[in-house]
């Protein structure tokens, strides 16, 4: 149980283009979930937070213009890196915290996407 | 939060035990310890957490020293798919608390 995908599992494109990458939980309802950005060799930084029906809170220093986040159900949100450019090119992780979980480590991590800007 | 520290590598020779250390010296009397590991280019992955008591399961067991100010994640025969980053965070235990990510260490196991 606590399945959390991601889709795509990686991508590449242009330079200007927008990418939208999809987070479900397969098999528990979320009611929050996380989006997370990797840079090589580098620790997971928090980029937002979303709340289904809701807008997304983002941390200090995240675009929220750039890093468009919706969360239009319990099982998806959804992540679209606006105009985007070869410095955002990362591995992008979200998690979803299960639908009543009183625990904190009842978030559940998706396998991440690897995108690349050229 | 309380903040940890890491040695940011360390290795193991597969089939020995991997004592991972961390220290969390500001921690506070309500504050959880929770491991967490990232294998490459996956996302993280929950190991196992602790308040005070010496806590196992099927993946590792964690030791809090009685002043809570350090601990040591141990994984009694590491094998090469234990390879990874091990994520040391301190929180308190609601749901409601973002996880957030210090540098880790990462853990090389050697044939």
């Known amino acids: 149980g606590a399945v959390v995908s991601q889709h795509p599992s990686w991508v590449i494109c242009k330079s200007g283009t927008s990418v939208k990458i999809e987070c479900r939980s397969l098999?528990?309802?979320?009611?929050?979930m996380f989006w997370y950005r990797q840079f090589p060799k580098q620790s997971l930084m928090l980029m937002a937070t979303s709340n289904e029906g809701s807008k997304a809170t983002y941390e200090q220093g995240v675009e929220k213009d750039k890093f468009l986040i919706n969360h239009a159900s319990l099982t998806l949100s959804t992540l679209t890196v606006t105009s985007a450019h070869p410095e955002d090119s990362s591995f992008y992780i979200c998690s979803a915290r299960s639908f009543g979980g009183a625990n904190f480590y009842e978030q559940y991590f998706g396998p991440g996407t690897r995108l690349t800007v050229t | 939060d309380a903040k940890t520290t890491q040695p940011p590598s360390m290795d193991c020779a597969e089939g020995r035990a991997a004592n991972l250390p961390c220290n969390h010296s500001?921690?506070?009397?309500?504050?959880?310890v929770y491991w967490y590991r990232q294998i490459h280019s996956q996302g993280p992955q929950y190991i196992i957490h602790g308040l005070k008591n010496n806590e196992t399961n099927e993946m590792a067991s964690l030791i809090i020293t009685e002043d809570r100010k350090s601990s040591t994640l141990i994984l009694p025969h590491a094998t090469l798919r234990d390879t990874a980053v091990y994520y040391c965070i301190v929180s308190f235990p609601g749901g409601y608390q973002k996880v957030t990510f210090g540098t880790g260490t990462k853990l090389q196991v050697i044939p």
């Open positions: 098999d528990f309802q979320a009611t929050t």
């Open positions: 500001t921690i506070s009397g309500n504050e959880y």
